[in-house]
């Protein structure tokens, strides 16, 4: 079975400085990975997705993620922030075996002026 | 043209009352989804259908039915409504061997008075 592990529940961060938000899996067959995003009071939006091929992968709104298999890991990162990324960060896996995504827990990006 | 459209958008109640939300999506997918987000923001899975056939049924209370018209379109009704049973409740679709990424509603804010 799938799992996903957000390390961080908030990361608060000053505007225009640098980001990184923190995905982990746990999986025993080739995974499917996503990052989406929810600002308040709003649906879920897909950032980026990685399927295969180059394992930095480019969303929207200057976002990036790295695919990291020996790592298990599929950081988010943004080089500098604005107060518009205000939201919630949620990472997710699938698989070719389980299409459904396992979602992790969602990371609070809160941005100080 | 919202891609995924949930009505309504705010729902105040009395326990014990019964509900229903409603779910359109104009995508053409073939899979469509409930899910339950809490105070916490976690997301919980709690119905897909695909193509008008449920597959994934969680672990939820039994005065939660779903009902899927054809595949553009899935319910939810809820009977003898709680205090727990106050969430943000979203509806997505996806295309069950697409691309696997899945597009939200903007929720319905449920709150049981």
Known sequence: ????????????????APVELRCNYSSSVSVYLFWYVQYPNQGLQ????????????????????????????????????????TAEYFCAVSTDSNYQLIWGAGTKLIIKP | DTAVSQTPKYLVTQMGNDKSIKCEQNLGHDTMYWYKQDSKKFL?????????????????????????????????????????????YFCASSQWDGDYGYTFGSGTRLTVV
């Open chain 2, 44 to 88: 919980k899975i709690m119905f897909s259908y695909n193509n008008k056939e449920l597959i994934i049924n969680e672990t939820v209370p039994n005065r939660f039915s779903p009902k899927s018209p054809d595949k553009a379109h899935l319910n939810l009704h809820i009977n003898s409504l709680e205090l727990g049973d106050s969430a943000v």
């Open chain 1, 46 to 85: 897909l950032l980026l997705k990685y399927l295969s091929g180059s394992t930095l992968v480019k969303g929207i709104n200057g976002f990036e993620a790295e695919f990291n298999k020996s790592q298990t890991s599929f950081h988010l990162r943004k080089p500098s922030v604005h107060i518009s990324d």
């Open chain 1, 1 to 16: 079975a799938q799992s996903v592990t957000q390390l961080d529940s908030q990361v608060p961060v000053f505007e225009e």
